[in-house]
């Protein structure tokens, strides 16, 4: 009986440093290794081990988030401002940097009289005193929000009709 010899390429990475074990050989270079075993019936089996270097990089970008919202980074979800890593083999890092852009509250008191209606703010013409809402985006698209709060006397004026006391001016 004849029996066949075998022939078998294999792809192997290594890191940069590092040393590996392959079929009990140490590898710590990139390259082409030859490795000749005995088959069960005794004839050789031969082995071409090709050996890459895995090259090391490093990664890094900005997210931009608003207030309340997150995005998916490693696997988990992130809300908070800062700078999260992702190690990959070989050294990689890919570094996220996150920036939380707040969501503001403007807040507005204004007194007028009623010979002052209509009033006109932002391109919106009120009637009455009230307090009044506007939703708005900053210039990070997150939302923002402005509140009027209109008051209106009945006469502004009845502030200088103060009476006057004999003597007392």
Same mark, same amino acid.
């Given at each position: 009986?004849?029996?066949?010899?075998? =022939? &078998? #390429?294999?792809?192997?990475?290594?890191?940069?440093?590092?040393?590996?074990?392959?079929?009990?050989?140490?590898?710590?270079?990139?390259?082409?290794?030859?490795?000749?075993?005995?088959?069960?019936?005794?004839?050789?089996?031969?082995? &071409?081990?090709?050996?890459?270097?895995?090259?090391?990089?490093?990664?890094? =970008?900005?997210?931009?988030?608003?207030?309340?919202?997150?995005?998916? =980074?490693?696997?988990?979800?992130?809300?908070?401002?800062?700078?999260?890593?992702?190690?990959?083999?070989?050294?990689?890092?890919?570094?996220?940097?996150?920036?939380?852009? &707040?969501?503001?509250?403007?807040? &507005?008191?204004?007194?007028?009289? /009623?010979?002052?209606?209509?009033?006109?703010?932002?391109?919106? #013409?009120?009637?009455?005193?009230?307090?009044?809402? /506007?939703?708005?985006?900053?210039?990070?698209?997150?939302?923002?929000? =402005?509140?009027?709060?209109?008051?209106?006397?009945?006469?502004?004026?009845?502030?200088?009709?103060?009476?006057?006391?004999?003597?007392?001016?």
């Amino acid at each position: 009986t004849v029996y066949p010899t075998y =022939f &078998k #390429e294999e792809y192997h990475e290594i890191c940069p440093g590092r040393t590996t074990s392959i079929h009990g050989i140490d590898i710590s270079e990139p390259g082409i290794y030859m490795d000749t075993l005995l088959s069960s019936h005794g004839c050789d089996s031969v082995f &071409k081990i090709i050996v890459n270097q895995t090259r090391s990089y490093r990664q890094y =970008f900005t997210e931009e988030i608003c207030q309340g919202d997150s995005i998916l =980074f490693d696997g988990e979800w992130r809300r908070s401002e800062g700078d999260y890593y992702r190690t990959l083999g070989c050294d990689s890092i890919i570094q996220m940097h996150l920036i939380v852009h &707040k969501r503001s509250l403007i807040e &507005k008191r204004i007194v007028i009289s /009623e010979e002052d209606l209509p009033y006109i703010f932002r391109g919106t #013409e009120y009637m009455q005193g009230g307090v009044y809402t /506007e939703n708005m985006y900053t210039v990070h698209g997150c939302d923002s929000i =402005f509140r009027l709060n209109l008051v209106v006397t009945s006469h502004v004026s009845e502030w200088n009709q103060v009476p006057l006391c004999p003597g007392s001016v």
